[in-house]
């Protein structure tokens, strides 16, 4: 069975910090997402990384896929309060089949 | 945007009844899927579905679990005879493609409470 350890499971910082979101397996995945899910919702994909070793932005996150494709993270620089929420990474094993295996979360916690 | 749209929103039923979940993924998408969430848990798979027949189940999907694409539109999710651990938010997904990163689109959910 895989599995994806997500640290820390809660981070409660000030705005404008920056924070580091873990996404560990032993486990090696042909691809990672990162997800963020609001109360009473469905995921929304924010990322996917596929080669060990990518590194992607959107704005002021950054997604980085490890070189052994065993796991990921996500840095977000000078946190604003509508970065608050759950933070779910899940790692695909191969084709458009296969389930994707999630992470417990992270909720973060952006205070003004 | 295109969404994936899933109703009920929420739906209450009593231990032993039959629920159907309904789910329209996005119009050209090849690849479905059901993953369901208990509350404080982590998203869990349950089944993929591509070219009208299952081609990945969890050992979560047992034989209270079947899916069904009626018609051109619709992707459902029948439960038996629900028990209470049944209860859950029930997510359906779509995929464009069959290649490559998984690229999936959630659709809002669905509650079940099971009494």
């Known amino acids: 069975t895989q599995l994806l350890e997500q640290s820390p499971q809660f981070l409660s910082i000030q705005e404008g910090e920056n924070l580091t979101v873990y996404c560990n397996s032993s486990?090696?995945?042909?691809?990672l997402q990162w997800y963020r899910q609001e109360p009473g919702e469905g995921p929304v994909l924010l990322v996917t990384?596929?080669?060990?070793?990518e590194v992607k932005k959107l704005k002021r996150l950054t997604f980085q896929f490890g070189d052994a494709r065993k796991d990921s993270s996500l840095h977000i620089t000078a946190a604003q309060p509508g970065d608050t929420g759950l933070y779910l990474c899940?790692?695909?094993?191969?084709?458009?089949?296969?389930?994707?295996?999630f992470g417990k979360g992270t909720h973060l916690i952006i205070q003004p | 945007e295109p969404e994936v749209t899933q109703t009920p929103s929420h739906q209450v039923t009593q231990m032993g009844q039959e629920v159907i979940l309904r789910c329209v993924p996005i119009?050209?998408?090849?690849?479905f899927y059901w993953y369901r969430q208990i509350l404080g848990q982590k998203v869990e798979f349950l089944v993929s579905?591509?070219?009208?027949?299952?081609?990945?189940k969890s050992e979560i999907f047992d034989d209270q679990f079947s899916v069904e694409r009626p018609d051109g539109s619709n992707f459902t999710l029948k439960i038996r005879s629900t028990k209470l651990e049944d209860s859950a938010m029930y997510f359906c997904?779509?995929?464009?493609?069959?290649?490559?990163?998984?690229?999936?689109?959630f659709g809002a959910g669905s509650r079940l409470t099971v009494l």
């Open positions: 899940a790692g695909a094993r191969g084709g458009g089949a296969d389930g994707l295996t």
């Open positions: 486990s090696v995945f042909s691809s």
């Open positions: 990384v596929v080669t060990g070793g």
């Open positions: 119009s050209n998408h090849l690849y």
């Open positions: 579905f591509y070219n009208n027949e299952i081609s990945e």
């Open positions: 997904a779509s995929n464009l493609l069959g290649y490559g990163a998984n690229v999936l689109t």
